[in-house]
């Protein structure tokens, strides 16, 4: 029987039909074209990168620690200034409001610093912020509901009440996930969100990724898009079990892209991370059967 290590690397098959059924017949949802970003030193630390994501896929962006990853995502949410060309649904970033990225985008980080002792409820609240004209109210009925049923769909419902403050690290993260799915963004941003949990909190919360995926999000000017994520995650098997579309980047600058079928083999990774993946992979991992 094929081990678990062998079929990362060479069984296929599965992800074949999941990359074919998510990835054909997709318009663009975002679009960069020569973009080059960095910090206040000048220094650009992502370089001339052209990519196209495609709506309703999931990407997921994988490389050596230091080589752009973060930035790239910082830059596709404006959150540092970058050069070149960046298109959300066919709108040019540097042309949006702050509010109007937010309502195109949601970003998905790490375990995130907690200032004030926030309800759950009030945390989720938060992401409908850039939906109301004020930025500052209690939110209006239709807000509510959408809190209320984001709530539940996370499984949520009793703790709502609860400071986030007292929360468990998989408490907060689903908190911080609803806040986001809150925003009803067509694309979800997430950075390393599985960091520092086990592998029960990483597997809810992938289910509830999942299913987010499933139903179009409906915006304000009645365009409809399929949700897409783009991901950096730090364990590979996340990758390969989440993306449709794999990224490579390398030194700042974008190495390889393609369907995860073509981009995750050996000789790839390899070829990215400057050592034995694959030997590494089953040096370090059990060799078990799956009955």
């Not at 790239?72 to 066919?90: K, P, Q, V, Y």
């Not at 520092?196 to 915006?219: A, F, G, I, T």
Request: charged share 25%.
């Amino acid at each position: 029987m094929m081990s678990v290590v062998d079929s990362f690397f060479i069984n296929k098959n599965l992800m074949m039909m999941d990359t074919m059924s998510n990835t054909e017949d997709k318009r663009n949802i975002i679009e960069l074209n020569s973009v080059s970003a960095g910090y206040e030193d000048g220094r650009d630390i992502i370089k001339d990168i052209t990519l196209d994501i495609s709506e309703g896929s999931c990407l997921s962006i994988l490389g050596s620690n230091g080589c752009g990853k973060t930035t790239l995502l910082r830059a596709i949410c404006g959150f540092i200034n970058s050069s070149g060309d960046i298109t959300i649904a066919g709108k040019n970033l540097s042309k949006m409001k702050r509010k109007e990225i937010a309502s195109y985008i949601g970003f998905f980080s790490q375990m995130p610093q907690i200032y004030f002792p926030y309800t759950v409820y009030e945390t989720v609240m938060q992401g409908r912020y850039m939906h109301r004209a004020d930025g500052l109210s209690g939110g209006s009925a239709s807000d509510k509901d959408i809190v209320e049923e984001t709530i539940v769909s996370l499984g949520l419902e009793n703790i709502a009440g609860e400071s986030i403050t007292k929360l468990s690290g998989g408490q907060l993260q689903r908190v911080m996930l609803a806040r986001c799915m809150a925003q009803r963004s067509p694309v979800l941003i997430l950075d390393e969100p599985m960091n520092h949990l086990d592998m029960k909190v990483q597997s809810e919360l992938m289910d509830y990724l999942d299913e987010w995926r499933k139903k179009p999000v409906v915006m304000a000017d009645g365009n409809s898009y399929m949700p897409t994520m783009i991901c950096v995650f730090h364990e590979l098997f996340l990758a390969a079990q989440m993306a449709d579309d794999i990224a490579f980047l390398k030194g700042g600058e974008l190495m390889l892209n393609g369907p995860k079928t073509e981009m995750l083999t050996a000789e790839n990774l390899n070829r990215v991370f400057d050592f034995d993946v694959s030997g590494y992979v089953k040096s370090r991992i059990m060799d078990i059967d799956l009955h």
